[in-house]
Every structure is written in C-alpha cells, then in structure tokens.
C-alpha cells in the first residue's frame, strides 16, 4: 500500500484465516494492512461519523412518525369525546349486535378507530334495555340513532378499506406484467414463471412484506426495464491470496490510482507508443536521486538524449516537443532544477532552457533563465504560491513543450510559464540533452526523485496565453538599446558615475551628430543599459563591440512598461499627423 509501511513477514503462501479488525461503523481491514495512512484513518473516521448521522436520522425519522401517530390518535380521541359531550352520554353504551352478519375479512380489515368503538359498545345490548320501564324514550331513541351511526361509520370504513385493497391488487398486478415484460425481453421469463409459482404455493400473494422473489441469489427487484444488479458478496473470512499485491482503503474505495512512478493515462505517455517512449528508467522502477555530496554540478548528474529534434516540426505537433518528468521533491528540499541544452554546450556552459523551483527563495519562486559562455541571463522568475504544488507532495507532473516561440511549462496540468527563446534553435535535426544537475553552481546538493522521462509528440497544450508568465505579445528586443553584461560589480555612487562617463566615451560615436548616448547603471551590479540615437546605430554598435571583444554586449529586452508607451506615443503621434518614431521617448 502506497505511503504506507508494510511487515514482511509473510513470504510464502499460507491457507490460514487473515484477523481482521472490525471498526464500530461495520468496516473491516486485515491487521497486516496497519499502520493505516493519515488519509486512511481519516477516512475510516468520515465513515464513523457517516454511520453515526444515519443512525441519528433514522431515530429522528422514527420519533416524528410515532409522534404524528399519536397527533392522529389524540385528534380522533378528541373528536369521540366531542361527540360524547353533544350527545349527553357519560357512561359506556352498547350498540346492536350487528358483528354476527360480519365476515372474516371485514373484522381483519378494521381500522384503529373502529376497534375503539367495539370497545365501549360491548357492554351494550339494546333488546336488555328496551326492556327497561324506568328510561324513557328519548333516551332510547338516542341510543338507537348513535348505533346506527356508529354502524354507518363502520361500513364506510370497511367500503374504504376494500377500496384501497383493490387498488393496491391493480398496482400489484401492473408491477407483475412489467416484470414479467422485462423478464420477457431480457430472455430470462422460465425464471419468473418458476418463482411465481413458488410464492403462490406459499400463499404469499397478499403480504406487502415480503418480497416478490424468494431466491436468495437475487437482490430485490426494481420495477423497472433496466437490467437487474446483484450486490457482490464479499467473504470476509476468506484469506488474501499473499502472492498478490496487497489491497489499500483507499486504492479499493476510490479506484485504481495512477502508481507515483508512471503518468497518468490521460496523457498517453506508456512505454512505448507511436508519439514517444519513455527514456527512464530503461528497466525497472527504480528512480534517480542526485548524490549526497557530489563535488560539482556535474557529479553524480542523470543526462539524458532527446534524440531526434527538428525545429520546423515540432513547433507543428509533428515532430519530437514534449519532455514529461514524473518527480518528488521532499517538504524539506530547497530546490531542484533541469537543464535542456545543445550538443555542444562546453559542458552545459551554454544552456538553452533552465528549470528551477527554489522552495525558500522570497517565500518560494520558479526561476526560468538561460546561459551563454557561463554567463546568465535575465532570469524570470514566477511565485510558487500562484503554482500547483510541487514540494511535500507525493508526486508531481512537469511537461515542457518545445515550439517556435519558446518553453511552455506546464506543472500539473496547469500552463504555469513561458521561456521565449533566446538562443537560435538549430535548424537542422539533431539532438538536444536533458541534465538533472546534483547541486548547484556553488555545490549546495539538491534533493529531489525522478520517477519517469518521457519524450516524444504531443499537440500543443498552450490554449489561452492571458496571464501566464513570461509570454510578450509585444516585439522581445528593443531596437535602439543595448545590455552590457560580465562587467565588475560597483558598489557606491562615485563608481556608478565613472561607469556611466566610462560608457559614454565608448559608445559617443553611435549617438548621431550630438554624440548623445542614454547610460543606464543600478548600484550593487554588473550590467548596465545603453541606449543610442537610432537602431541602425544599435546594430552598428552591437557589431563593432562584439567584434572588438572590449564588452559583452547584446541587445536589450524591452520591458512591457517600454511597450506601451511605445503604443501610447504611436497613438498620440496618428491623433497629431506626425510621424510615430520621432515622438517616441524611451526614459
């Protein structure tokens, strides 16, 4: 049982009973299924409180039933002393001794109210007290009037009664002829032949209690034309068979659950199929875990080939996109990460995408970057609290799709970011590499299982892109500015004014006639912003430096801020009939 610990004392197969253990609510589970999960016992105690609310519900339903039987009883008491009262009578009365002309069947269909009336009238014998000289005769006629009544009453009771027996013997009588009509249809009419002769020999035709069938092999049936369904017994005395897994609560009550070491069917990532196969493991169950104390990143590392990526299909569904990674990061792990690089990345010093949630990072972020010469990029970074969870859970789904635009990430089913490229993908069909790095740059060890690898085709999961982090539905670089990286950290104000002056000498000849250069620098930081007159002069420059090797410079990412006022300028500039690009201003 999953999430549970087992004793393995029974290694051969045995033909004794297994003890069971029987929980208040009726519940049973063999002992050698405990300890029980936290999630078991919980809901062993849901099915407790469960037996105990319809235990409760049957007592209330019970005691409002009795108490509407004696309303209905003290109603009718109250109505016969009514008419006591009018009538002047204080003691019993008799009436005529009309029960002789009554059948069998009347006496045995007398209601409560009548029953009530034969008891204060069998003391009465109206011919004794005809006889009588000292009563008179209005007190006789009084008498004789009320018998009469009570005979009237009587009659309608038993006229209603015969009513409604015939009425239920119509209803018992359509009830039959749908079965037998379902009986009929479903080819099994010898069946109900043979038990409706069975129940007629034993005179059962006019008990509501019992039921139609008396086979003890079928369940009760439902008047209706639908199949009928037996109940599966269970024996629970019988032993479990130890040569076969052992059952779980929670396994039997909700069904098969998806194994921690495999996808779920949903997403048709078997073994092997027509879309992919699984890449780890190759044989067994057995997961990957990074070493305790590995020397470097590279220690002790799971590396993986993606054979068989082409750019230009898979960005349609047809080739090679979707890398699905089934893991388990502990409560107590800080991070773990994955890297997607080309073949020649010098030792993963060039990677194309990585992948990296660090759990105590400012309350928990998902940091997605890239790196060129290892060097960094601007990473982009998500909170994890905005995320499915993906630390101190039992396992967890991570899809990432590879198209034209960029890394879909996908947690759980949920399109959580996106890491648009910022490296060229090879055009040309060839392999990428999946790295499960054992730390990080400084060595810290990273703690974490990797289940299952999948690879293949899938379409793409991308559908509505509203919100999710890292998709740019405007233009990703900036035109006129420039990003100057690997440059020496300055750390007071003084050095932040020779960098800007340092810079503005350098790219003075790329700011047009004037020489007019933007110069962007942040304390505490080893880049800085460049902004020149136009974009040719950007590209010019861009050129030149690289070429040159004075400056690690490549072209700026323009931040969505940029972008709308980019489209706010643009706007402005229509309204005013000049031209967009002279009244864009970018401070």
Not at 475 to 498: G, M, T
Request: glycine content about 6%; hydrophobic content about 30%.
């Amino acid at each position: 049982m999953a999430g549970s610990s087992q004793p393995n004392n029974c290694t051969a197969k045995t033909t004794a009973k297994i003890e069971m253990v029987t929980l208040p609510s009726g519940a049973s589970y063999p002992t050698f299924l405990e300890p029980l999960t936290k999630n078991e016992t919980a809901l062993l105690e849901m099915y407790d409180t469960i037996k105990h609310y319809e235990k409760e519900a049957a007592r209330l339903k019970a005691e409002e039933a009795k108490r509407r039987l004696e309303e209905a009883d003290e109603r009718y008491r109250a109505k016969v002393r009514e008419r006591e009262r009018a009538e002047g009578i204080t003691g019993s009365d008799n009436e005529e001794d009309d029960g002789g002309n009554m059948s069998d069947d009347d006496k045995k269909a007398s209601s409560k109210q009548s029953s009530m009336m034969d008891q204060n009238e069998e003391q009465y014998d109206p011919n004794a007290n005809e006889s009588e000289e000292d009563e008179d005769e209005e007190t006789i006629g009084r008498r004789k009037k009320r018998a009469q009544e009570i005979s009237r009453l009587r009659k309608d009771v038993n006229a209603g009664l015969a009513a409604e027996d015939k009425k239920e013997a119509k209803k018992e009588a359509a009830k039959r002829r749908e079965e037998a009509m379902r009986r009929e249809l479903l080819g099994d009419s010898s069946k109900m032949e043979s038990s409706e002769s069975r129940k007629r020999s034993l005179g059962n035709e006019n008990d509501e209690d019992d039921d139609y069938y008396s086979d003890d092999d079928e369940a009760q049936t439902s008047f209706n034309t639908g199949p009928s369904i037996k109940k599966k017994r269970i024996d629970s005395s019988s032993a479990w068979d130890e040569t076969k897994p052992k059952p779980s609560l929670i396994a039997n009550i909700g069904g098969d659950a998806t194994p921690i070491h495999d996808f779920s069917k949903k997403l048709g990532m078997s073994k092997v199929s027509l879309d992919g196969s699984v890449l780890f493991p190759t044989e067994g169950n057995l997961p990957w875990s990074p070493p305790n104390n590995p020397v470097n990143f590279l220690d002790g590392c799971l590396e993986l080939e993606l054979p068989d990526f082409d750019n230009s299909s898979s960005s349609l569904g047809s080739g090679n996109n979707t890398i699905a990674i089934k893991f388990h990061a502990p409560q107590e792990s800080a991070r773990f990460s994955i890297n997607i690089a080309s073949p020649n990345n010098d030792g993963y010093n060039d990677i194309l995408f990585h992948f990296n949630p660090r759990h105590f990072k400012k309350g928990g972020q998902l940091v997605m970057n890239d790196r060129k010469e290892t060097m960094w990029g601007n990473d982009l970074s998500v909170p994890l609290s905005i995320l499915p969870l993906m630390f101190g859970v039992q396992a967890c789904t991570l899809v990432v799709q590879i198209n034209e635009e960029g890394f879909d990430v996908f947690v759980e089913g949920v399109h959580c970011a996106r890491l648009e490229h910022r490296t060229v993908l090879p055009k040309k069909k060839q392999s990428l590499f999946l790295q499960f790095p054992s730390s990080d740059d400084y060595g810290n060890p990273e703690n974490w299982q990797v289940y299952r690898v999948w690879w293949g085709r899938k379409q793409s999961m991308a559908d509505d892109l509203n919100g999710v982090a890292g998709v740019n539905l405007y233009s990703a670089v900036h035109p006129k500015k420039l990003f100057i990286s690997n440059l020496p950290k300055v750390h007071s104000d003084p050095e932040v004014d020779l960098r800007r002056a340092e810079l503005e000498r350098a790219f003075r000849k790329y700011g047009g006639p004037s020489g007019a250069v933007a110069v962007s620098i942040q304390k505490n930081s080893t880049f800085a912003f460049v902004e020149l007159v136009s974009e040719q002069q950007a590209d010019l420059a861009l050129l030149e430096m690289t070429n040159s090797g004075r400056y690690r410079v490549n072209k700026a990412r323009r931040t969505k801020h940029e972008a709308l006022m980019e489209e706010r300028a643009a706007k402005e500039a229509k309204d005013n009939g000049s031209s967009a690009k002279e009244s864009v201003d970018w401070d």
